[in-house]
């Protein structure tokens, strides 16, 4: 990054509060309770603003704020990926057990606790706060998103990751990837597979898909359920039950 | 499991399958650029774009999923200019600073990095005796700025260490730090709460 320093418009601000916000309530279930707070994501929601200001490309016709919410929120979803989904050692386990606890101690009696506080009532150092702090697991999936709070909406409570499958389940995977991908070439258009997958795995809001279509949200919820009974059928004609 | 949850978890499967796979061989060809992708985001986005890029977009389950980050990108900013949709909680303020490289200084050396709104003055003072320890401290430079005082501020380092946290008290923070060489000021962010004590 080149060292010219920029300012941090309020508009600026706001943007990255609200995609904080977006983010925390989508994949943050624990609240205040959990690792990652608020504040956590407007450090990474500024890191990812100054990247985004470093590589802004008026030419490109993308407006600016809208470029920023992109990069942002990206830059806060990386965070999220770069959490270790692995088991930590037992003697890391209790320590992060113990902050946890402390943590919802002062939780229970209404004081959000800095690390100073919880460094006193662990009697650790504000560093050791901080590195354990930084090693909590998170079993958030990351593509969990936006389900909740919109018409039709299906929260997804599973936790997939190609880590670790064992060879069964990676087969079994491979097998279905491939049966859907057929299932999706095989409806009649593009536009059928966009409303199917903007939908349904993306999350997008019915208001959303009808604009981008240029049809009407009648329209798009009697397309989409169209297309859902054609995927039914043909993943069902290859032997996989869908009831 | 009902249809509607098996449909998800198998557009999922296919999700995490063929992102591995196209990512790894480029099978289904070039991905869009990012300024079709935002096009394509917009109103009539889809009926406007042409059938090779719609075939790619509605097969490619990593341009779809960028695809998607538009609309989310869209409505943040459209958030912004809709009245009456700010939170309760007042809006924090949002700041950052960056140590030059040709700046480096001794590990001995006290350091004193200005915020790039120039409000703040972020230092490191280390023990001459044992430079390893010494003071992380964050000063409210602009005098009688009574804005932030007594407000919590937090300052984190460019991998998100939190390097210091707590109120302003005369415009003044400060703490001892073990591990002052942990701390990566490159780029350094501060956070101060909007709300006051």
Known sequence: ????????????????????????????????????????????????????????????????????????????????????????????????????????????????????????????????????????????????????????????????????????TAALKDEMAALVNRCLEALPSPQDRLVIVSRVLEGLKLREVAETLGCSLENVRQWQKRVEKMMKVRMESHGWSMD | MDTANKLVSSLEIWKEVYSNRIAGDGEIGDHLPMEDLYNMAGPGGIEKADDKALNHLSLCPICLEEWASWFSAQRAVDELDRPGSSEDEPIPAMTYGMREAAATAKPDEPINIRSSCGRFIFGLLPQLDNPEKGMVTLEAVAGGDMAVEGRYVTVRDRNGLMVLEGRLRHGRLARTCEKLSEIDLTTWTLVVDGKKE
């Open chain 1, 1 to 168: 990054m080149d060292k010219v320093h920029v300012m941090i418009t309020p508009k600026e601000t706001a943007l990255v509060r609200g995609v904080a916000s977006e983010v925390y309530s989508v994949y943050c279930p624990a609240g205040e309770a959990g690792e990652i707070t608020k504040d956590d994501l407007y450090h990474y929601g500024i890191i990812g603003l100054l990247e985004a200001k470093q590589k802004y490309d008026r030419s490109k016709g993308v407006p600016w704020l809208a470029f920023a919410a992109y990069r942002v929120r990206g830059a806060m979803l990386d965070q999220f990926r770069k959490q270790p989904m692995i088991r930590l050692p037992q003697a890391r386990q209790k320590k992060v057990k113990e902050l946890k606890e402390a943590r919802m101690d002062f939780l229970r009696n209404g004081v959000k606790a800095d690390s100073e506080m919880l460094a006193g009532r662990l009697k650790w150092s504000v560093e050791e706060v901080h590195r354990v702090s930084s090693m909590t697991p998170s079993l958030m999936p990351v593509d969990a998103d936006r389900r909740e709070g919109e018409e039709g909406a299906r929260f997804r409570g599973v936790v997939l990751t190609g880590d670790g499958d064992d060879p069964e």
